[in-house]
């Protein structure tokens, strides 16, 4: 059992919960995930780490509640435990292997939308204690949904917002923001973008027109996250990947975004989800081990 240590509510339906789990939190890096069990009978969920304190022992979730599962797993208070975290599990950010020559030569932009701000903030603070101030832009529909401001502030080399009704920041989308900090001179050899299925479509839509590396995040489609089930196939420059095993994340200029957003749209309920999966086993899809690239 591990048992929460705090409770945060962040912003309405989305929660951040600190866990204790000592061998994650000694073995987590940036841009992996876990899974966590709510009890013996509860559904595995994957959630990108959003941060960890090795010292404490802890890992930080950040979960938003959709389905009956986030809805049971944010429920818990703190003091409260969960039957199982499995992790950390898929690959870290690829800038964790760079030598830090190289890494301290590179500059930066990460696109967070909504949830997927949460995920940012241990990458971002990463590439902080190496060396290398990385902008952030954070976008969300208004003031009332952004989260982590605080904190990215804290690690960030320049902070920019993006709200859709200009209650906060800029008036308009990320998209948008981005071309006008490439307007005024701005120049990134790289941008990550995390965040909804839509938005890293046209993040990686925009970039393209600027050639600018862009790595996303495919965290939001995943199910099992062993990629046994197979309801994570994803097209990456014209071949099968698994975001679990083979991610989460990926160049976002060869991610086919509309197969994966219809994929996305499948899992809307259990009932779906459990179908999907049945479908996937009975098409003869199988475990991405063994699976030829």
Request: aromatic fraction near 6%; charge should be negative; hydrophobic fraction near 40%.
């Amino acid at each position: 059992m591990y048992a929460i240590l705090e409770k945060r509510r962040l912003a309405e339906g989305i929660w951040l919960m600190k866990i204790e789990a000592p061998r994650v939190a000694h073995s987590a890096k940036p841009g992996q995930f876990v899974i966590v069990r709510v009890d013996e009978h509860g559904e595995r969920i994957p959630l990108t780490i959003s941060d960890f304190d090795e010292k404490e022992g802890s890992v930080t979730i950040v979960t938003q509640t959709i389905g009956a599962s986030t809805r049971k797993l944010c429920a818990k208070e703190a003091g409260d435990t969960i039957a199982d975290f499995a992790g950390p599990l898929g690959h870290p950010s690829e800038f964790v292997h760079l030598a830090p020559e190289e890494l301290n030569k590179r500059r930066y932009i990460f696109i967070a939308g909504g949830v997927g701000t949460a995920p940012v903030y241990p990458q971002v603070k990463w590439l902080k204690a190496h060396g290398v101030e990385a902008d952030v832009i954070i976008g969300a529909k208004n003031r009332d949904m952004l989260i982590y401001t605080e904190q990215m502030k804290a690690v960030a080399g320049n902070l920019y917002i993006a709200t859709d009704d200009g209650s906060e920041g800029f008036k308009g989308l990320v998209t948008q923001l981005l071309e006008q900090l490439i307007a005024e001179g701005h120049t990134y050899d790289e941008c990550v973008a995390i965040g909804p299925m839509i938005m890293m479509k046209f993040v990686a839509l925009t970039t393209r027109k600027y050639d600018l590396k862009t790595t996303v995040s495919l965290n939001t489609l995943m199910v099992d996250g062993t990629g046994m089930c197979g309801a994570c196939r994803v097209t990456v420059g014209g071949k099968i990947r698994f975001t679990c095993v083979d991610g989460p994340e990926f160049d976002g200029h060869e991610v086919d975004f509309d197969e994966a957003m219809r994929r996305q749209g499948m899992y809307k309920t259990q009932e779906q989800r459990a179908a999907a999966i049945a479908a996937e086993r009975e098409a003869g899809h199988q475990c991405r081990i063994g699976l030829d690239k």
